[in-house]
């Protein structure tokens, strides 16, 4: 096993647990050497099934560890900055789930980390690694649909999360469309200069209660002209709604929602096909495995991340952006962010 | 022959011929009396060949003859409030095309005398009676995506006019997102009470030089608490790109574009499937001879036509919004204009 | 109107006023001047409602009329090859509904008066003129799947014929698989030698107790090598399936259904979509003017009508060696029957 | 590790290592002891790798090993039912590699073994896994098309194996088209009574030198009344193909290609989207890990498995009837070969 690249993954909830059964079963590039998280007893039979021996409450033990290259942050959004911090000093390669942190300053204090130790970051916008978002963006860089006029993305879930969880989310655009802003930026090839929020509060009004938004229509300005477009639901009734379309000066290339099957059943009621994947985990399976590739791959090839700290900065302003739009009800550039 | 409805056309150009060769094919219940343009000699062979023997060159002839009980405004934009208050005057009942008039006032002179007179008016916004697009209403009507949410429409044209017209034409947003503002009303069954217009020139120099825009994204509030969204460009290299989505509590409904035929062509090169149909005389052909049908129908059961002076009102002061929206770089309220 | 070629339509069941109807609304080159049918009382209304003066009870009159160019022969089927003989001695243009008649002599005796007098002779094989089906023979012709290897057919009824009907209809194979046989020589611009059939009673015992098939596949050797299948079926419960594909060494053209609308229903129940148009007479509506402009243009143009006598004469050849196929349960030459 | 099933892999060509990785990633309840193959230098550094330490040049040493309950041949067909009979003798459950033997009274032998030994055994009839025809099974089995009627199943290599491959092959059908007499049996839930093979050598010369033909179409007739039609190229040019259709009383099923991506590109050139995944283990990459779920959940739960000796002696038959028809131009019964 020795030219494996160890690996330490700090969080093991949903995420991280996702990543760290795709290193096991696909990264032969990689082996995860320790696990830490808060609460150990839920976690050791999961890891000892895997085949991961250390299993710490303290994430510490891991930043200490000498033999770690490599760690990845999957634990609650708010620890993000702070062990970014200490990995960065501990020369570890970073992978962290998104978002950095809703504090700008407290971002830019982890990408300075980041930058003075020379080691890499990866942050989690794992959508970029989509079969089919990562087809269109191929599509607009090699000139077939010419120069990129307008960008629109769809993107609804099938459910609106708890209300507990809607209170500490940060709101929808920090939340849910932070997705979206970076898959407009990497769709464009450009950044997003300026926004206008027109949201409201339909699917439930305890969402509205709890001072945020569950539906909306963002109009984006991107820095090379290009207009764009995204519209979020917190909840589509035939499930997660996930497209993209990207129109320019000659052509135009989009994209629809991956389903179960193919089937299509046609009966005297009408002409019948699958609903679109119900969840992100089903939709975008794939993608978290090609994230964790390219993320080691760029250790092992001493390359730039392909979703960069700078990656991971940006969204969060343009949804700074979105959420003041939203307040003020009217237009908010980006830098105001 | 006798019991069918005499019917004028004043105006030959494109449009009116469309409508006079509509009638005389399929429209049993009416007939053309007399045609009316300024250019007689271009009309009368093709009057002739139709059948229509009365050719005149001022439409005054039309108006004066107590047979015709209903006219047809085919004739350039600024002469057709004039026309309806003539008409309405007369007792005649009217169908005219899109716009009634640039001007609000004027608009409002030429509904008076519609109402003065009891006689029926419809407005050409002919995209109501679209197969693709009515089923799609008839959807939302019938309560089958629940209460709508998000509604979204994208109409761009095969390819810019030419700059002499765009220059007359009153802008983009009065030329051809009228159409849409008038199909967002249609789905969504509700008004349009405040727009932000976020326009580009990214098509033609010549046409910003003109003091236009040639793409936007338009968002939407409606007074049922929907929003929404237009996106227009004026030149798709893939032909005229028509589809409509509403997105509701209950589901979506979502129409894409017709093409000439289904084949779907599989080679090594890939998988290759039809254009839309280019041009919207062939997109609408259909709803163009619905249109007429329902207007002479509306007569004959002397019932409200389904596009009434109301409607053509409305689109105007939506455009006439989004406009001063792109000027001023804020949403505008639609009751300001 | 002078100038408009005389045409006299013999029958004026459902498909004698269907062509009289297209040419009286579409076709300018050509005016209709009498109708016959043994029953003018049922005529009368409709013939007049469509400014055609002439009624009669006798088709000789028809015949007898100098001023008459041109016939449409939509009698019943036994009347179909003596009316042609007739015609052409007459020195007439003729278009006959398919089949020209059940007795091969008798279709020679027929075609015969047509070489003899140099008449025009076009069989009413309507589905070469659809839209889907012409691309599909262009894209073949124009050798954009290379070398045609399989021809597959898909031609279902939404719902079978009166029983009465069926033991009138001389069975299914020349009733409702003639279509096919004439659509596979079409796509595959070659002879079928050899055909194979696998036929059942499945969808009604009744059929089966009338010494007709209601469900059948049926393969097919083609002069050039190609080989073909075709699949039937009298009923399919969600309407009228016509799909035809060509695969060849460079590729695959395959055509669906046509739908009435694009629409897209998505709701916690499924992704709905239309179900094909319903009956042959939506399906293939504009197929019907469009072989009448073909038969008109073949006269103007003194040209070979694009599906001739011998057009008439292979389908049924084959529908025959189909049939002897199913009663002897053996693959049969088609130069057999 | 204790609890896992440990299992014996013989043959470690492509179909065997897929198997392995298979089980390495994704069956927990599974682990591979041990590999045996003729060639062990080519396998030990992939074996390692996997973590399987042990790699044998005789699989005998695997059928000795009492901790072995579960044995997977992969080895060439020639070999099978040799080992098939040893493994049963000694005790283990068996997943076998299509075809058994093609031998009939060989394949006997090997189901007999099976039997006396009561061991389960299951044959890698892949398909039936597969997301797309399993949701046609599924749906035909709730009865939502009603009684099949008609069973459409087309299967086109993206190209034709080396010929020297074509020549051991035992020829186009018990080589390719067992894939799809294995589906006719699984989508229709009866038994293929009867076919009648039309085939043709269309593709390479050489095909038909070796006597062998590349092109066919097999009519099909089943027990319970319905009758099904197969068509299989050794090349299509756009890749891999595979679609089936279930038409019955009450509707049809249908389900086409996969593509790796959803994105369809529009320009002036055309509307074009991503061709089918090109080769089988694209294609069916997921289907290879259900069935080997399914092989070991057989094992765990003591229930049959659900491709048994018989469904893996069937398709051979029919095979053989296919081959005997091509061969005397007639139809054959199955219970003829």
């Given at each position: 096993m020795d030219g494996k690249i160890k690996t330490?993954?700090?969080?093991?909830?949903?995420?991280?647990?996702?990543?760290?059964?795709?290193i096991v079963n696909n990264i032969r590039e990689a082996e995860i050497k320790a696990i830490a998280d808060i609460n150990t007893e839920n976690v050791k039979d999961w890891a000892n099934e895997l085949g991961i021996n250390n299993v710490y409450d303290d994430?510490?033990?891991?930043?200490?560890?000498?033999?770690?290259?490599?760690?990845?942050?999957?634990?609650?959004?708010?620890?993000?900055?702070?062990?970014?911090?200490e990995a960065a000093n501990a020369g570890k390669h970073i992978f962290c789930e998104k978002p950095i942190d809703f504090s700008i300053d407290r971002i830019y204090e982890a990408l300075d980390a980041v930058d003075k130790n020379g080691v890499k970051l990866?942050?989690?916008?794992?959508?970029?690694?989509?079969?089919?978002?990562?087809?269109?963006?191929?599509?607009?860089?090699?000139g077939e649909i010419g120069t990129p006029h307008i960008i629109r993305i769809t993107s609804r879930d099938p459910e609106p999360p708890p209300i507990e969880y809607v209170?500490?989310?940060?709101?929808?655009?920090?939340?849910?469309?932070?997705?979206?802003?970076?898959?407009?930026?990497?769709?464009?090839?450009?950044?997003?200069?300026e926004v206008y929020t027109n949201?409201?509060?339909?699917?439930?009004?305890?969402?509205?209660?709890?001072?945020?938004?569950?539906?909306?229509?963002?109009?984006?300005?991107?820095?090379?002209?290009?207009?764009?477009?995204?519209?979020?639901?917190?909840?589509?009734?035939?499930?997660?709604?996930?497209?993209?379309?990207?129109?320019?000066?000659?052509?135009c290339v989009t994209v629809?929602?991956?389903?179960?099957?193919?089937?299509?059943?046609?009966?005297?009621?009408?002409?019948?096909?699958?609903k679109p994947k119900y969840f992100f985990l089903e939709r975008y399976q794939d993608s978290f495995v090609t994230e964790m590739r390219a993320f080691f791959d760029s250790i092992i090839?001493?390359?730039?991340?392909?979703?960069?700290?700078?990656?991971?900065?940006?969204?969060?302003?343009?949804?700074?952006?979105a959420k003041e739009s939203y307040e003020t009800g009217r237009p908010?550039?980006?830098e105001e962010a």
């Amino acid at each position: 096993m020795d030219g494996k690249i160890k690996t330490g993954v700090i969080g093991a909830g949903r995420i991280g647990r996702l990543h760290a059964e795709n290193i096991v079963n696909n990264i032969r590039e990689a082996e995860i050497k320790a696990i830490a998280d808060i609460n150990t007893e839920n976690v050791k039979d999961w890891a000892n099934e895997l085949g991961i021996n250390n299993v710490y409450d303290d994430y510490r033990r891991i930043i200490a560890d000498p033999e770690i290259e490599a760690v990845l942050i999957c634990s609650s959004t708010d620890t993000h900055a702070q062990i970014i911090i200490e990995a960065a000093n501990a020369g570890k390669h970073i992978f962290c789930e998104k978002p950095i942190d809703f504090s700008i300053d407290r971002i830019y204090e982890a990408l300075d980390a980041v930058d003075k130790n020379g080691v890499k970051l990866q942050i989690g916008f794992n959508r970029r690694f989509d079969h089919n978002f990562k087809k269109v963006r191929d599509l607009v860089k090699e000139g077939e649909i010419g120069t990129p006029h307008i960008i629109r993305i769809t993107s609804r879930d099938p459910e609106p999360p708890p209300i507990e969880y809607v209170k500490r989310s940060g709101g929808i655009f920090l939340d849910m469309t932070i997705h979206d802003f970076d898959m407009a930026r990497y769709l464009s090839g450009s950044d997003v200069v300026e926004v206008y929020t027109n949201a409201a509060v339909l699917v439930d009004p305890a969402i509205g209660e709890a001072g945020d938004a569950d539906t909306a229509v963002i109009s984006l300005k991107f820095a090379n002209g290009a207009i764009g477009v995204i519209d979020n639901s917190r909840k589509a009734a035939y499930g997660y709604d996930q497209r993209v379309e990207v129109f320019g000066s000659e052509g135009c290339v989009t994209v629809s929602n991956d389903t179960p099957t193919s089937a299509v059943l046609s009966t005297q009621s009408g002409v019948i096909s699958d609903k679109p994947k119900y969840f992100f985990l089903e939709r975008y399976q794939d993608s978290f495995v090609t994230e964790m590739r390219a993320f080691f791959d760029s250790i092992i090839n001493d390359s730039e991340p392909p979703v960069n700290g700078v990656d991971g900065l940006k969204p969060i302003l343009i949804a700074l952006a979105a959420k003041e739009s939203y307040e003020t009800g009217r237009p908010v550039k980006v830098e105001e962010a």
